[in-house]
């Protein structure tokens, strides 16, 4: 009976917390296709509900091109951290060598300094290198600052998969290379799904980063920044900030729903040590 009243307080809390949460989003919907007026009461008044898709298609219009420069910014920001961490992961899981201990407690301690503390010099960097006010440098930063957290977070997964398998394979004649992409990696692809939604995620929502190295030029901009530079920036219109903000929003749940099953799966990956 206990154990029965303790379950259904934490379904109640759970289910509070995530209509909490779902909340704001709900107001944010609502003002995205709701004329102002029929809103300025609070979004729960449905005496007038006129829904209309126009503010969508308008900011559509003006946050276009920042959208497809975050897809330029996205996928190789995500996929190049992670080929590249998975591979420094599975040295660090599985092979002995001078100073490695020392190394990867550097790696992790990289994690821990914030984005403030590294934007003149980042910004000075990208800047010397021509690279300032292109995709590239949001490319080259965040496949740079994604690679301590997906080494570690790859590193305790890869550390928690069965050893056999591999040394039954090198019994077999199998290369480290050919053990590593015909063996770990497929074991790996839930901590890899977990990985590709959470880089992906805040490659998406970078703010910091993109104000710094693209503030100005639309070529460059993501959408992110488009938002704040192009919609409302000398006539605010709430609506069409909402609906601006639903646009840049859909892409990232999108692949959460997709890729929802293997980040469950994969976030055992935080819980392993090594």
Not at 71 to 95: D, E, N, Q, S
Not at 136 to 146: E, F, K, N, T, V
Not at 169 to 192: C, E, N, Q, T
Not at 207 to 228: E, R, Y
Request: charged share 10%; glycine share 8%.
């Amino acid at each position: 009976m206990k154990l029965r009243l303790r379950s259904i307080v934490i379904h109640v809390f759970a289910w509070a917390l995530a209509i909490a949460w779902l909340f704001p989003f709900v107001g944010l919907l609502m003002a995205s296709f709701r004329p102002i007026p029929e809103i300025i009461g609070g979004w729960w008044n449905f005496g007038q509900f006129s829904p209309t898709l126009d503010k969508f298609g308008s900011a559509f219009s003006k946050i276009g091109t920042g959208l497809g420069n975050s897809v330029l910014i996205a996928v190789p920001g995500t996929l190049i951290p992670m080929f590249v961490a998975t591979l420094a992961g599975y040295g660090f899981a599985r092979f002995s060598f001078p100073v490695r201990d020392y190394l990867f407690l550097t790696i992790v301690l990289l994690m821990t300094i914030p984005q403030q503390m590294v934007a003149i010099p980042i910004f000075r960097i990208m800047l010397g290198l021509g690279l300032a006010n292109t995709v590239s440098s949001l490319i080259l930063l965040h496949s740079a600052w994604g690679l301590p957290w997906i080494i570690l977070f790859m590193r305790n997964f890869i550390s928690s998969l069965p050893k056999e398998v591999e040394e039954a394979a090198r019994v077999d004649g199998a290369s480290d290379f050919k053990v590593f992409f015909r063996i770990v990696l497929p074991m790996a692809l839930p901590a890899l799904g977990a990985v590709a939604v959470l880089q992906f995620m805040w490659v998406w929502n970078d703010f910091f980063f993109a104000v710094l190295l693209c503030p100005a030029t639309v070529s460059c901009m993501p959408a992110t920044v488009a938002l704040i530079r192009t919609i409302g920036r000398f006539e605010f219109d709430p609506g069409l900030l909402a609906a601006g903000s639903v646009l840049v929003m859909l892409v990232p749940v999108a692949m959460y729903a997709v890729l929802q099953r293997y980040y469950i799966r994969g976030m055992v990956g935080w819980t392993i040590k090594g």
